[in-house]
Nanobody
Framework: VQLQASGGGLVQAGGSLRLSCAAS????????MGWFRQAPGKEREFVSS????????YYADSVKGRFTVSRDGAMNMMYLQMSSLKPEDTALYYC?????????????????WGQGTEVTVSS
């Protein structure tokens, strides 16, 4: 499984960004995809995930109502629409794939990682 994240950038607080993750060589152990983020000096944390088959979504409480994860199965793409961004959303965002959505409870369970894309939210 290969993952390629893109779409990060600098945005003012209250603004929006859309991250994309292109997936290739998906296998039977990559039924869920999602996003983690890691701010400087902090541990990597779960942001959101989506079941590739059912489309069921999950969100961290800190982003619920502001971020929306989606996927395009035909194009093997996943997106994270981020709105009402806050300075505390500043981090390196990683796309990830795993066997199922429960794997996203802990980043140590993740089988596949893409490279990070940097999001900076200025106040």
């Amino acid at each position: 499984v290969q993952l390629q994240a893109s779409g990060g950038g600098l945005v003012q607080a209250g603004g929006s960004l859309r991250l994309s993750c292109a997936a290739s060589r998906l296998t039977t152990d990559s039924n869920a995809m999602g996003w983690f983020r890691q701010a400087p000096g902090k541990e990597r944390e779960f942001v959101s995930s989506i079941s590739w088959r059912s489309g069921r979504t999950y969100y961290a409480d800190s982003v619920k109502g502001r971020f929306t994860v989606s996927r395009d199965g035909a194009m093997n793409m996943m997106y994270l629409q981020m709105s009402s961004l806050k300075p505390e959303d500043t981090a390196l965002y990683y796309c990830a794939a795993a066997t199922d959505s429960s794997s996203f409870r802990n980043y140590l369970n993740i089988a596949y990682w893409g490279q990070g894309t940097e999001v900076t939210v200025s106040s």
